[in-house]
């Protein structure tokens, strides 16, 4: 298989699990992305690839900005939010001020910093599952299912 159809064929695998994904879920991927662009950035500038850890830098900033900060409900998360929020900012400040510096440090102290708020989401998605409602199973009918096509 060629490369490029190796890239097409995994980009179809990635946009079917964001389809399917729960928002929790979303979120978890959007750190798993971060972390790996970042950890990605730290290497490219270890073997002194300029243009690909700027790349993959400007991606962990893009996730962090696009898409964790913006997935934040500011009205419902309250002083969280707020704070996470500041927090996201501050990420991307500091990888911007990284990727300029060639600063590992940068990088090893964000890659922290999304790591611990992954395993912070981690636990809060397996408290939501630990205290969901159990799903209560309807008897089989043997009736057929009504169906509505409009107004009933």
Do not use: C
Not at 2 to 9: E, K
Not at 23 to 49: C, E, S, T, W, Y
Not at 101 to 126: H, P, Y
């Amino acid at each position: 298989m060629s490369h490029s159809a190796l890239n097409a064929y995994s980009q179809v695998g990635v946009e079917n699990s964001i389809a399917s994904a729960s928002p929790h879920k979303l979120v978890m991927m959007l750190f798993d992305g971060a972390i790996l662009a970042v950890l990605r950035g730290k290497a490219f500038m270890q073997q002194g690839n300029v243009a690909a850890k700027g790349e993959s830098i400007s991606k962990a900033i893009a996730i962090i900005e696009e898409g964790l900060k913006v997935s934040l409900d500011e009205e419902a998360g309250g002083e969280l939010a707020m704070n996470l929020k500041a927090l996201y900012e501050y990420m991307s400040n500091r990888l911007l001020m990284a990727n300029i510096r060639n600063d590992v440090e940068g990088l090893d102290e964000v890659s922290r910093l999304l790591g611990e708020l992954k395993t912070a989401w981690e636990q809060i998605g397996l408290k939501a599952q630990s205290v969901a409602p159990p799903v209560e199973e309807k008897p089989a009918s043997s009736a057929r299912p009504s169906i509505s096509y409009g107004k009933v």
